[in-house]
């Protein structure tokens, strides 16, 4: 079974563009959870989706933003970057809201 | 809110001594509790997690858990550390009426093994 697989691994963008982030979830797994990780602030949870819906969000501005698809493939955006949103930005999955998550590997975002 | 505290930023043993990762816990009912490791350029590898029932609960890689409710903690132990768990451990938790706030991640325990 293939595990939670993100894309792109690293990136480099510039202050002000923006970016989007796609994560494909464990087969069968209908949520997934977005995690931002900083030195500075560790894990922080931004966002979960289940079954296309945002059923629970984090204390993030509102540039950050994600949708998930039919097919349980999630996508996050952040608008208008700033250099503090450099981080590695985590992706999991679960079959059930409040369930065990797996997580991927990562994208892991330098804003210049 | 609930909240998280691994007191030990980092952690140093031995090869082959025994191991114990501290991680209290701030909440009123019954926690979801989890421990997650994470190595260098990696995403978070669930080691093990206590829902309910037995408090002293059993992961992979050879380490356990024991939940002390009077104590709010759940440390996590490993008899025989190897060079391979060197690494970064998290504790987490979410409340059982479903997470609204996602998972509330400890700051983390850097493990350095000395050979």
């Known amino acids: 079974k293939a595990g939670v697989t993100q894309t792109p691994r690293y990136l480099i963008k510039t202050r002000g563009q923006q970016v989007t982030l796609s994560c494909s979830p464990i087969s069968g797994h209908r949520s997934v959870s977005w995690y931002q990780q900083t030195p500075g602030q560790g894990l922080q949870f931004l966002f979960e989706?289940?079954?296309?819906?945002?059923?629970n969000k984090g204390n993030f501005p509102g540039r950050f933003s994600g949708r998930q698809f039919s097919n349980s493939r999630s996508e996050m955006n952040v608008s208008t970057l700033e250099l503090g949103d450099s981080a590695l930005y985590l992706c999991?999955?679960?079959?059930?809201?409040?369930?065990?998550?797996?997580f991927g590997e990562g994208s892991r975002l330098t804003v210049l | 809110a609930q909240s998280v505290t691994q007191p030990d930023i980092h952690i140093t043993v031995s090869e082959g001594a025994s191991l114990e990762l501290r991680c209290n816990y701030s909440?009123?009912?019954?926690?979801?509790l989890f421990w997650y490791v994470q190595s260098p350029g990696q995403g978070l590898q669930l080691l093990l997690k206590?829902?309910?029932?037995?408090?002293l609960v059993q992961g992979i890689k050879g380490f356990e858990a024991e939940f002390k409710r009077s104590q709010s903690s759940f440390n996590l132990r490993k008899p025989s550390v190897h060079w391979s768990d060197a690494a970064e451990y998290f504790c987490?938790?979410?409340?059982?009426?479903?997470?609204?706030?996602?998972?509330?991640f400890g700051k983390g325990t850097h493990l350095i093994i000395q050979p």
């Open positions: 987490a938790t979410f409340n059982s009426g479903g997470g609204a706030d996602g998972l509330t």
């Open positions: 206590y829902f309910s029932g037995d408090t």
């Open positions: 999991a999955s679960s079959f059930q809201q409040a369930g065990e998550l797996f």
């Open positions: 909440y009123g009912a019954t926690p979801y």
């Open positions: 989706y289940f079954s296309e819906t945002q059923r």
